[in-house]
């Protein structure tokens, strides 16, 4: 054992939580993008790109609740 701290115990974990539910929540958003056939990095034809219909973007969103952590 080289150091000094690797004799000592380790410190315990702080961790925060609140008493009532939905007094804390965390928000989470993630942007996904949506396409609907293989893309030119694959195919290496990049014609007809820009007019594709249903092409965009898609959201995903997760609240968690900090006091039931659910």
Same mark, same amino acid.
């Given at each position: 054992?080289?150091?000094?701290?690797?004799?000592?115990?380790? #410190?315990?974990?702080?961790?925060? #939580?609140? #008493?009532?539910?939905?007094?804390?929540?965390?928000?989470?958003?993630?942007?996904?993008?949506?396409?609907?056939?293989?893309?030119?990095?694959?195919?290496?034809?990049?014609?007809?790109?820009?007019?594709?219909?249903?092409?965009?973007?898609?959201?995903?969103?997760?609240?968690?609740?900090?006091?039931?952590?659910?």
């Amino acid at each position: 054992m080289n150091r000094l701290k690797s004799l000592e115990p380790a #410190e315990p974990v702080r961790r925060y #939580e609140r #008493e009532a539910p939905g007094e804390m929540i965390h928000i989470d958003i993630k942007k996904l993008g949506r396409f609907n056939r293989v893309g030119h990095r694959i195919t290496g034809d990049r014609t007809g790109q820009s007019n594709s219909r249903g092409v965009g973007w898609e959201f995903v969103h997760v609240c968690i609740d900090d006091a039931s952590r659910v």
